[in-house]
């Protein structure tokens, strides 16, 4: 079982980028996923979720409006689509599975980095 | 949103030792609990849920309690490969929120 994140870099202020983040090992089509990030020296901030049928998606309220998630289950592949970069959204953007039952998040991704700067 | 209050934010401590770190919930979360472990440079390990239990493969000197809105991560005796950053995060409704995090040092 293995995330794999891909798509981070620097970026301009009011820039976008797109994230990636690829399953393997484990039927990624049948578990809801979500991205978390972690500023640099700081704590863990969940970013957003969506279901595995793409019926029910959530932002955090520091994203709402700027960040799009969206998944291919037939690549077994989750995005973040990163709009109107701002400063404060410098991170390591970590995809991450909840458990079986929905209790906590039992696999991570190694993350990628993103570096909003001008 | 549920705040969750982690404390202490940073700890010293030596192998053998037994620590304990804290977290208290703003409301009720019915034991929707986890508690991770975090080395620099690498994503954070599940370690227990639903409060108190094990996930597998994490030694049984992580241990985990409930009383209230308070929930306690005692590690029984640290070992070296212990000292890392820990936190806590509820699920019990989104946005999913985790304490400010706990840093494990060597004394």
């Known amino acids: 079982e293995q995330l794999v994140e891909s798509g981070g870099g620097l970026a301009q202020p009011g820039g976008s980028l797109r994230l990636s983040c690829v399953a393997s090992?484990?039927?990624?089509?049948?578990?809801?996923m979500n991205w978390v990030r972690q500023a640099p020296g700081r704590g863990l901030e969940w970013v957003s979720h969506?279901?595995?049928?793409?019926?029910?998606?959530y932002y955090a309220d520091s994203v709402k409006g700027r960040f799009i998630i969206s998944r291919d289950n037939a690549k077994n592949s989750l995005f973040l689509q990163i709009n109107s970069l701002r400063a404060e959204d410098t991170a390591v953007y970590y995809c991450a599975r909840p458990s079986q039952w929905h209790e906590g998040f039992d696999l991570w991704g190694q993350g990628t980095m993103v570096a909003v700067s001008s | 949103d549920i705040q969750m209050t982690q404390s202490p934010s940073s700890l010293s401590a030596t192998v053998g030792d037994r620590v304990t770190i804290t977290c208290r919930a703003s409301q009720d979360i019915k034991n929707s609990l986890a508690w991770y472990q975090q080395k620099p440079g690498k994503a954070p390990k599940l370690l227990l849920y639903?409060?108190?239990r094990l996930e597998s493969g994490v030694p049984s000197r992580f241990t985990g309690i409930a009383s209230g809105t308070d929930y306690v991560l005692t590690i029984g005796s640290l070992q070296p490969e212990d000292f890392a950053s820990y936190y806590c995060?509820?699920?019990?409704?989104?946005?999913?929120?985790f304490g400010q995090g706990t840093r494990l040092e060597i004394k």
């Open positions: 639903g409060a108190s």
């Open positions: 969506i279901s595995d049928l793409v019926d029910t998606i």
């Open positions: 090992g484990f039927p990624f089509r049948n578990y809801e």
């Open positions: 995060q509820q699920y019990f409704n989104i946005p999913v929120t």
